[in-house]
Structure formats: structure tokens, C-alpha cells
């Protein structure tokens, strides 16, 4: 079974500009989320889908979006782009809720 | 949210050296996973351990929920150990909180 695919895996934009990344999660599994790690906070939790909902949302600015597809897949958007929003950027998927997740490669995202 | 805290932050081993690494969780303990983050991001699955103990290999791990912790054993540790590891819980609904990780560095 193929595991959890992030495109692109590596990104540069300049502040200003907005991205959208993908995200298709394992075959049969419904929930996705998003996660953002940098050096500085950590590995802090974005948004989370289950069947095209929003479920769970992070403390995150509105300049953070998602959305998730009747395949599963689920992408997010970031629109005007800070040096800040520089980090990886990671997608889980499960069964469920209250199941094990599994990460993709993530995608790295520089902001000049 | 749940409060997660690793311990220790850093550690440096002889290969062939053991070490354990342990997780304290400010709530009850729902589906805590281990994970170890390879040197180009990726967080690869160890162990999905909400109670009990578990083996795969030279690692194990054991969650005592009723005392809200875990722990990780590695043995034998290798170079190709080296990197972060993670452990994790969600809420009652699917969020995960992170602890800071402990990074692991195996020296030949």
C-alpha cells in the first residue's frame, strides 16, 4: 500500500505571494491533517478534514487554509507569505479519528 | 491542549550503547505514537502504543497510561539511530501535541 504523498517536496516564494500544497493521504483513510515544524516552535498542528469537513483548526492566522476532496485528498493555502511562514510542512493521514497516523516527506517552504 | 514533555533533550551514545528515552503527558493518554524524524524531515513510524509494550527489533517501548507516561528503549544503538525522536498524543478529538524531541546522535 503506497503511504502518505506530499507534492511539491520543496518550495521558494517571496514574501507576498501565496502556495498551495497537496497532500493524498493513504488509500481508505479519511482524516487528513496539517502540521507546520520549525527550528523555533516545534511541530505545531494546523487543520485537520474528515470526509471534506474541517474538523479541528490550530491557532494559526486566517492566511492559513484547507480543504480536502471527495478522494481524500486535501490540500492547504497560505496566502500573502511571511519570512515566518518559512518551514516544513507536514501531512498525516488515518483511518479516523483515534487512530494511528502516518506522516508524508512533507514539503519544505522557503519564503524569501 | 496536552502537555508533552521529553526528556532527555539530547543525548550522545557509543554505538552499541543503550539509552531510554521517556515522554510525560499532562492528560490521559489516547493514541500515543513514537516517532523518529530522519535527516530529511520525514516522521517515521516506531511505535502506536496507548498501553502496553511492544518490541520490533532492538526497540521497544512501554506506556504506563495510568501514570501518563512512556517509554522508548533502544538497544544496541546503531549510527543509523541517529536523529530525532518524537513522541506524540492526540485530545479527544484527532489533534496531535508534540513533545520537543530528544535528538539522539550514535557515534561510531
Known amino acids: 500500500k503506497a503511504g502518505v504523498t506530499q507534492t511539491p517536496r520543496y518550495l521558494i516564494k517571496t514574501r507576498g505571494q501565496q502556495v498551495t500544497l497537496s497532500c493524498s493521504p493513504i488509500?481508505?483513510?479519511?482524516?487528513v491533517s496539517w502540521y507546520q515544524q520549525t527550528p523555533g516552535q516545534g511541530l505545531q498542528f494546523l487543520f485537520e478534514?474528515?470526509?471534506?469537513?474541517?474538523?479541528n483548526k490550530g491557532n494559526f492566522p486566517g492566511r492559513f487554509s484547507g480543504r480536502q476532496f471527495s478522494n481524500s485528498r486535501s490540500e492547504m493555502n497560505v496566502s500573502t507569505l511571511e519570512l515566518g511562514d518559512s518551514a516544513l510542512y507536514l501531512c498525516?493521514?488515518?483511518?479516523?479519528?483515534?487512530?494511528?497516523?502516518?506522516f508524508g516527506p512533507g514539503t519544505r517552504l522557503t519564503v524569501l | 491542549g496536552i502537555q508533552v514533555e521529553q526528556s532527555p533533550p539530547d543525548l550522545i551514545l557509543q554505538e552499541g550503547a543503550n539509552s531510554t528515552l521517556r515522554c510525560n503527558f499532562s492528560?490521559?493518554?489516547?493514541?500515543l505514537q513514537w516517532f523518529h524524524q530522519n535527516p530529511w524531515g520525514q516522521l517515521i513510524n516506531l511505535f502506536y502504543?496507548?498501553?502496553g509494550t511492544k518490541q520490533n527489533g532492538r526497540l521497544s517501548a512501554t506506556t504506563v497510561a495510568t501514570e501518563r507516561y512512556s517509554l522508548l528503549y533502544i538497544s544496541s544503538s546503531q549510527t543509523t539511530d541517529s536523529g530525532v525522536y518524537f513522541c506524540?498524543?492526540?485530545?479527544?478529538?484527532?489533534?496531535?501535541?508534540f513533545g520537543t524531541g530528544t535528538s539522539l546522535t550514535v557515534i561510531p
Open positions: 492528560d490521559s493518554v489516547n493514541n
Open positions: 478534514y474528515f470526509s471534506e469537513t474541517q474538523r
Open positions: 498525516a493521514s488515518s483511518l479516523a479519528g483515534g487512530y494511528e497516523q502516518f
Open positions: 502504543i496507548p498501553s
Open positions: 488509500s481508505g483513510h479519511r482524516s
Open positions: 506524540a498524543d492526540t485530545n479527544t478529538g484527532n489533534q496531535f501535541y
